[in-house]
């Protein structure tokens, strides 16, 4: 096990969890923490038996977004300087998308920023009831970063994305709900348990499946009707070969729930 100093990482079976871990700071994202995210990624990845991992911050929210600590040092700095730095700043944290199980993110108290940016990089969010949520950078003199400009316009669409980018508005859990951004609003003390609940029923199904899936929902976001199907006839015709789909297809005969060993 990795020993970290900005998150908490923990497997229980099927389920992990990814926790960043600077509450008195509301998980401000420093360049430490995105480095530990990245060995975060290769370590779940290396559990077999897991099958997805909940995104979640510690204290009163999930995050503020970009530690002030790294505006302030970049400040009057080179260009191509500043370009390097934030370009391996997003990509460390955008790391989270090549975790091969789905990524549940787990959003209470705010995601500002570059932390909404981060949950936008997981495949399910649910939010609190009273979570605020907002793509800020404008109003601290900031370009979007991170993917927002990309992350959000697949999340909302491009009218909405652009109306959230250009003021820097925040929004509440209820109109993220609307829009789309989250798929679940819940009270905050039931948050992490209905998590849970889907990370239950994500394990139920056929490990293979799920990571083809995962793949196709995270890179095709704007393909053509017939490159989608060319994707999907592709992983279908992986699916027929493995033992998984013959245990799904024995269980549904037999009338009994499936024991899939991910082969």
Do not use: W
Not at 43 to 58: K, M, P, Q, T, W
Not at 176 to 203: F, H, K, N, Y
Request: with cysteine.
């Amino acid at each position: 096990m990795v020993s970290y100093q900005h998150i908490e990482v923990r497997v229980d079976g099927a389920i992990g969890e990814l926790r960043l871990n600077r509450p008195a700071d509301r998980n401000a994202m420093s360049p430490e923490m995105g480095e530990e995210i990245v060995q975060a990624v290769a370590e779940l990845n290396g559990h077999d038996e897991l099958r997805s991992v909940l995104i979640v911050g510690a204290g009163k929210c999930f995050s503020s977004g970009g530690d002030f600590a790294l505006l302030d040092r970049l400040a009057g700095s080179r260009p191509d300087d500043g370009r390097r730095t934030m370009r391996t700043f997003y990509g460390n944290y955008l790391a989270i998308r090549e975790l091969r199980v789905p990524t549940i993110a787990l959003i209470h108290g705010h995601a500002l920023g570059a932390g909404l940016c981060f949950a936008l990089g997981c495949d399910i969010r649910l939010a609190a009831e009273g979570t605020k949520v907002g793509m800020t950078f404008v109003r601290v003199g900031l370009h979007p970063g991170m993917g927002a400009t990309f992350l959000l316009s697949r999340a909302v669409g491009a009218a909405r994305a652009a109306e959230l980018l250009l003021t820097g508005r925040v929004i509440g859990a209820q109109q993220a709900l609307d829009m789309g951004l989250v798929s679940q609003v819940v009270p905050p003390a039931e948050l992490e348990a209905t998590g849970r609940v889907v990370a239950e029923e994500i394990a139920l199904c056929a490990p293979i499946a799920v990571a083809q899936l995962k793949a196709t929902l995270r890179d095709d976001g704007h393909r053509s009707l017939g490159e989608a199907l060319d994707r999907e006839a592709a992983c279908q015709a992986i699916d027929y070969a493995t033992a998984d789909m013959a245990e799904a297809i024995a269980a549904f005969r037999g009338k009994r729930p499936p024991a899939y060993q991910g082969k």
